[in-house]
């Protein structure tokens, strides 16, 4: 069994081997995963449109071991908020991790853990959060660029030594968001969209130049923790930009054509506080992408991607990050797979019905709470369908990562000492066939 952890100051990443797939592609793709991750984890909840879906398997059938372990340089500030990223940035033929400690970057070595290189931002200081980058070939020169988006300024960094390709300055102030990459108006070239304190931007992915903006409308304001996400609900052939913005007044979701950045809908869920992004999948078999978000008022939602109707609310109860997607028992239906305050939970996709429900429950009793997104994938191969592994945040003293079965039933639980911010990551760091996973507490 393959394992590896990394720690990073007070944040490692811990990475457990899944299986040996008989899907065996790892190539990172010059533009990252629409759907699901396939040995790589590319951006934020590893695909455009955040599914949360790694094909790589692996053999997690008991507790993983220590594979490697990172430190971060102690620069004083605490861990990171960012999850790691997995893909080959260098060009030699096998995936290394990307993570972020605040502002600084570091390149790591996928078999070894050493730092191949780490890149510090000019000025950088705590902003209050701190997004995931993302691995795309942006300007098509064969070289994969690690995008960042911190303090209100896009960059394209070089893979292969860490120096800076572009930069655009949105001026933006405080977030706490992850960079979508994709061509989102059919141009054949990629774009970088982000989402400011009251915007939604996107720039040319070629040399950073400005395309266009969607100005968020006025209210009371707050921190934007809210990804864009990415899909083409209408199949024209340009796709939609998915984001909320940071109103805790008036929290709304706004569906924001690729090509012009002009509006096709808007959902508003009043007044809330949601940290969700977004997540695209076709729930009800209508050959249409549609839309999960939990709101600010404790309820998780679907939403008809082609004018945001709503298709059915659930009571989440408590606190709730991104949800994810996925046919977990291979029913031909998708499930919803959501943590939430203390428990975790998968629900119908045709009419939000609960299928089961799990509670946090470390063996030292500590309880914790929920506050990562969850990642599926066939995790196990002593269990049927697909496992979910996921991360607790913000416990006392013991936090950490569990694994749940199709069922809900809890398989095993690690301590990693610290809470996550943003959950797990899951790929083929080291190029034997089989997924690991990587945690990075704070």
């Known amino acids: ?40 984890w590319q951006m934020v909840w590893g695909s455009q449109k955040h599914m949360g879906i790694q094909l790589i398997k692996g053999e997690l059938n008991d507790i993983p071991l220590l594979k490697w372990q990172f430190d971060y340089p102690d620069l004083g500030v605490g861990g990171g908020e960012g999850h790691p990223v997995i893909g080959d940035i260098n060009n030699d033929g096998f995936n290394e991790v990307v993570g972020v400690i605040h502002g600084p970057i570091f390149a790591l070595d996928g078999e070894t853990g050493d730092e191949l290189w780490n890149y510090v931002p000019a000025g950088w200081t705590i902003t209050g959060g701190r997004g995931t980058v993302a691995l795309a070939d942006v300007n098509n020169d064969g070289i994969i660029e690690v995008i960042d988006f911190l303090m209100g300024v896009v960059k394209a960094i070089r893979g292969t030594d860490g120096s800076l390709v572009w930069e655009y300055d949105l001026g933006s102030g405080t977030v706490a968001t992850s960079p979508a990459v994709g061509d989102i108006n059919g141009d054949g070239v990629l774009e970088v969209v982000v989402a400011g304190s009251d915007e939604i931007v996107a720039v040319s992915g070629t040399n950073g130049a400005f395309l266009w903006s969607f100005t968020f409308p006025s209210g009371w304001g707050g921190m934007q923790m809210c990804s864009p996400a990415l899909g083409d609900i209408d199949c024209d052939g340009v796709k939609e930009v998915f984001c909320m913005n940071g109103d805790m007044m008036d929290q709304t979701l706004f569906c924001i054509r690729g090509d012009d950045g002009s509006q096709v809908w808007s959902y508003s869920f009043g007044m809330g506080g949601s940290w969700s992004s977004p ?92 506050g990562s997104t969850p990642i599926l994938g066939d995790f196990s191969s002593a269990n049927p369908g697909l496992e979910c592994v996921v991360a607790t945040a913000y416990a006392p003293a013991d936090n950490r990562v569990f694994m749940f079965s199709v069922d809900g039933t809890q398989l095993w639980n690690l301590s990693i000492a610290e809470h996550t911010y943003e959950g797990v990551s899951v790929g083929d760091i080291d190029n034997d066939g089989c997924a690991e996973i990587v945690a990075v507490p704070s």
Not at 340 to 360: H, K
């Open 1 to 40: 069994m393959c394992k590896f952890y990394i720690n990073i100051i007070c944040y490692f990443i811990l990475v457990m081997m899944l299986f040996a797939s008989d899907i065996t592609g790892q190539n990172t793709t010059a533009e990252p995963p629409e759907e699901y991750a396939v040995g790589t």
């Open 279 to 370: 997540v695209l999948g076709d729930l009800n078999h209508d050959c249409s992408e549609d839309v999960v978000v939990n709101g600010g008022d404790n309820q998780l939602y679907a939403l008809n991607g082609p004018d945001g109707s709503v298709l059915w609310s659930s009571n989440n109860s408590a606190y709730a990050p991104t949800p994810v997607i996925a046919d977990i028992n291979y029913d031909g239906n998708l499930e919803i797979v959501q943590s939430a305050g203390t428990n975790i939970f998968a629900v119908n996709s045709l009419d939000g019905s609960q299928i089961w429900t799990s509670p946090v429950a470390p063996t030292d009793g500590n309880t914790g709470w929920f």
